[in-house]
């Protein structure tokens, strides 16, 4: 082989090498600029996503209801049983006083109650139990899975109790959650919460 012909395959070989580097650079770089373009999300938008989700249930008039036909009005979810002895009664029915104080405002919004007792609530029993409250309620049931899907995306708590007898009660999350009309979580409002506190999360997230 003549050096001739060495030192050209050697060129061929280095332009080779260098169009081979510059296609990594140019890669790299608009890779960079792709994730420079990318907005971060800010800790409110984080934790705005850190409840809700996908679900799909049924309410007490039989009708599926998942988390898009919510979607377009705030709502307040909170999740209890119609045997419950005390908080669930004294939450909804805050919740229906609350409503009505707000006048006109209290129809911006739709209340969500959701039965973590599918073996007792039966959609026909909800029902019953929510129109005690004197204001429309949306009550939501379903199978297991179901329910354990809803509880995980709001991030809830809920387990069987056994009592005297052979019977249960359900201990459970007491927080109602409040959502835009985009689903996305705004804030809490604890069931030992003053009143006022409470009225004014609601007048925000109307």
């Known amino acids: 082989m003549s050096t ?20 990594a650079a140019i890669t790299s770089g608009a890779l960079y600029l792709l994730r420079e373009r990318e907005p971060a999300l800010s800790p409110a938008q984080s934790y705005a ?3 809700g989700g996908r679900f799909e249930m049924v309410d007490q008039t039989g009708r599926t209801v998942t988390d898009q036909t919510l979607r377009g009005r705030p ?11 005390d908080v669930c009664p004294t939450t909804l029915s805050r919740m229906a006083a609350l409503r009505k104080q707000m006048g006109a405002d ?3 919004f739709d209340i969500v109650f959701v039965s973590v007792d599918p073996e007792h609530d039966k959609a026909k029993d909800i029902g019953g139990y929510l ?18 899907q ?3 995306a709001y991030r809830v708590y809920y387990a069987k109790v056994p009592v005297a007898g052979g019977d249960y009660t359900i201990d459970h999350t007491a ?11 705004v804030a809490t409002i604890d ?3 003053d009143q006022k506190v409470a009225l004014e999360k609601l007048k925000r997230l109307i």
């Open 4 to 23: 001739n012909t060495t030192r050209s395959g050697l060129a061929r070989l280095r332009i080779v090498l260098w169009v081979g580097v510059a296609i």
């Open 150 to 152: 809803i509880a995980k």
């Open 175 to 185: 927080s109602v959650f409040l959502m835009d009309g985009e689903g996305r979580f």
């Open 49 to 51: 996503s850190a409840f």
């Open 75 to 85: 709502y307040a979810i909170f999740f209890g049983f119609t045997r419950c002895p």
């Open 131 to 148: 129109d005690l409250f004197g204001t429309p309620i949306i009550g939501l049931t379903g199978t297991d899975a179901q329910i354990a």
């Open 106 to 108: 209290g129809e911006k």
């Open 191 to 193: 069931h030992k919460e």
